[in-house]
């Protein structure tokens, strides 16, 4: 999920290089509502929230081409969780989540996904279900990317350890998300429309309204650093240490306007000012940090 267009070209969708699959256990809007009719604890979701978030993604895709700030923002990401690679693009790399999709555009290879029904998309099902989707097969992909979604996910770490089906022996998942430092930490909470909840007893969401609304920006930064025996959940599947960790940035995004608004910064001050910002962030992460990037390889 995310947070000028002549970076970028549009999908292809001949019959090799675009495919769409609506899994059995997927949820598009009809389908949710077969499934989850059933499921009380998921109503806000089906009734109300799964479409306003399905209707925000689409509007913030129209707005996608026009912040050029926020493609180089996102150009930068990509080419970091892809550095270890010699060419990421004969990789098999599944993106969970990818709602405006920017890293598709970018790297044509990649297979989108999410639980919202985007007809752009390659896959439409529930990652939590991911390993019984049979049309991804087991230790088939290179590489699983998440981008700014293990905080919206009910059960991340159930989530993960899952998707380990679905990776070769050695294969990475690479997920970036918020980095709660001093500076963040501010910006997240009172600047930003997100919960973010460092009082939770266990590494879930207590409530699931929508594919968007459900949140809380501190449950990623809390598994792998806040709280390390949470991601302990993990070792039995994934090698990782410190070494896997890299923050991202301090006020860069911020200073984009993010995907709703455009700010005015021509593109050579912004680049200029996202270098010394990617300096900072690394100098000083738990001054200055607002995301960062772990990488989980699968044994």
Same mark, same amino acid.
């Given at each position: 999920?995310?947070?000028?267009?002549?970076?970028?070209?549009?999908p292809q969708r $001949?019959?090799?290089?675009?495919?769409?699959?609506? !899994?059995?256990?997927?949820?598009? =809007?009809?389908?949710?509502?077969?499934?989850?009719?059933?499921?009380?604890?998921? #109503? *806000?979701?089906?009734?109300?929230?799964?479409?306003?978030?399905?209707?925000?993604?689409?509007?913030?895709?129209? /707005?996608l081409n026009a912040?050029?700030?926020?493609?180089?923002?996102?150009?930068?990401?990509?080419?970091?969780?892809?550095?270890?690679?010699?060419? =990421?693009?004969?990789?098999?790399? +599944?993106?969970?989540?990818?709602?405006?999709?920017?890293? /598709?555009?970018?790297?044509?290879?990649?297979? @989108?996904?999410?639980?919202?029904?985007?007809?752009?998309?390659?896959?439409?099902? $529930?990652?939590? %279900?991911?390993?019984?989707?049979?049309?991804?097969? $087991?230790?088939?992909?290179?590489?699983? @990317?998440?981008?700014?979604?293990?905080?919206?996910? /009910?059960?991340?770490?159930?989530?993960?350890? /899952?998707?380990?089906?679905?990776?070769?022996?050695?294969?990475?998942?690479?997920?970036?998300?918020?980095?709660?430092?001093?500076?963040?930490?501010?910006?997240?909470?009172?600047?930003?429309?997100?919960?973010?909840?460092?009082?939770?007893?266990?590494?879930? +969401?207590? !409530?699931?309204?929508?594919?968007?609304?459900?949140?809380?920006?501190?449950?990623?930064?809390?598994?792998?650093?806040?709280?390390?025996?949470? #991601?302990?959940?993990?070792?039995?599947?994934?090698?990782?240490?410190?070494?896997?960790? *890299? =923050?991202? #940035?301090?006020?860069?995004?911020?200073?984009?306007?993010?995907?709703?608004?455009?700010?005015?910064?021509? %593109? =050579?001050?912004?680049?200029?000012?996202?270098?010394? $910002?990617?300096?900072?962030?690394?100098?000083?992460?738990?001054?200055?940090?607002?995301?960062?990037?772990?990488?989980?390889?699968?044994?």
């Amino acid at each position: 999920m995310t947070f000028s267009g002549w970076l970028f070209r549009s999908p292809q969708r $001949d019959g090799k290089k675009y495919r769409r699959v609506e !899994e059995t256990i997927g949820l598009g =809007p009809s389908r949710m509502q077969a499934q989850l009719q059933l499921d009380t604890d998921h #109503s *806000h979701y089906l009734v109300n929230q799964y479409a306003e978030d399905r209707a925000l993604t689409l509007r913030n895709r129209s /707005k996608l081409n026009a912040n050029r700030n926020l493609l180089y923002w996102y150009r930068e990401l990509y080419r970091t969780q892809f550095a270890d690679f010699s060419d =990421p693009r004969r990789l098999r790399v +599944l993106e969970i989540g990818s709602g405006v999709s920017p890293l /598709k555009r970018f790297y044509e290879n990649v297979l @989108t996904s999410d639980v919202m029904d985007l007809d752009y998309l390659d896959y439409v099902f $529930d990652c939590h %279900a991911i390993d019984r989707l049979d049309s991804i097969g $087991d230790e088939s992909l290179d590489v699983i @990317t998440l981008t700014n979604v293990l905080h919206h996910l /009910k059960d991340p770490i159930d989530f993960l350890n /899952k998707a380990a089906h679905k990776l070769k022996r050695g294969g990475k998942i690479i997920a970036t998300e918020p980095y709660l430092s001093t500076l963040s930490t501010l910006i997240f909470k009172y600047l930003h429309h997100e919960p973010v909840d460092f009082d939770i007893a266990e590494p879930v +969401l207590s !409530e699931v309204r929508g594919p968007l609304a459900s949140a809380n920006s501190a449950l990623p930064w809390l598994i792998f650093i806040g709280h390390p025996p949470w #991601s302990d959940r993990l070792r039995a599947k994934f090698d990782f240490d410190e070494t896997n960790f *890299h =923050p991202f #940035s301090s006020i860069s995004y911020m200073m984009t306007g993010g995907i709703s608004r455009r700010l005015p910064i021509p %593109a =050579p001050i912004y680049r200029a000012l996202f270098r010394l $910002d990617m300096a900072l962030s690394r100098a000083f992460p738990n001054l200055l940090a607002s995301f960062f990037i772990i990488t989980l390889t699968h044994k």
